[in-house]
């Protein structure tokens, strides 16, 4: 990205000579100060002040800049902000991705559903969930896909995906259906789930991998050991 609009500023980090050294006749000092005197000048929505940022470069105490919803800057950003908030003697932390959640939507939503599974993610600090296709009926083909997309927009309140689910009847599908709007992956049961979504044989994985390009995401529990240790009352799975 460039580091400045400014007359002799418009270069990227990435134009170096095969030296490994800066380009000549670049003040990368004078662009530096120009960057940092625009987002001194700038106006923000909200600054979160002083806090300990995480980030991809480690820990370090900064102030975090926010503007029309987005993070617009990290670092000294000044103090113009429509609202500030004194975050000395606190982390921030970058929203997480919770790839495993189970939202009951559709069927069970006496439990919970995708608004209010989402309005707890948010509290959470979690910021996009991928959602898991044994509800009632199953996420395994587009119309169940697009179902889902529907009722989440506009209700959830972060950022969402959903898993379809394998079964032996829509394996030869998955390779479209993987790629519709709104799926993340593909998920597998080798273990008893709901319906249909059953795969226990490792014949049965391998047509599955055979067909998809993408994630796939595995309940790894033998069916068949499973089945036993019941029989012999030595585990129970409760029903709610």
Known sequence: MPLSSDSGCLVSQRNVSRSGGPL??????TCNVRKQARIMAQTYDLILKGGTVVNHDGESVRDLAI??????????????????????????????????????????THKEDLESGSRGAVLGGVTAVFEMPNTDPTTTNAEAVADKVRRGHHRMH?????????????????????????VCGVKVFMGSST??????????????????????????????????????????????
């Open 67 to 108: 503007a029309a919803g987005r993070i617009a800057a990290i670092g000294d950003v000044g103090s113009a902000a429509a609202e500030t908030i004194d975050c000395k003697g606190l982390h921030i932390l970058p929203g997480v991705i919770d790839s495993h959640v189970h939202f009951r939507e559709p069927g069970l």
């Open 24 to 29: 000549k006749g670049v003040d990368w000092n």
């Open 195 to 240: 319906g249909s979504l059953l795969i226990e044989d490792d014949a049965g994985v391998r047509n599955v991998l055979k067909e998809i390009r993408r994630r796939a995401s595995f309940h790894s529990r033998s069916e068949e050991h499973t089945s036993e240790l019941q029989s012999r009352g030595l585990i129970s799975y409760a029903v709610f």
């Open 158 to 182: 972060c950022d969402f995906a959903f898993y379809v689910g394998a079964t032996r009847e829509n394996t030869h599908e998955l390779g479209k259906l993987e790629l519709l709007p709104g």
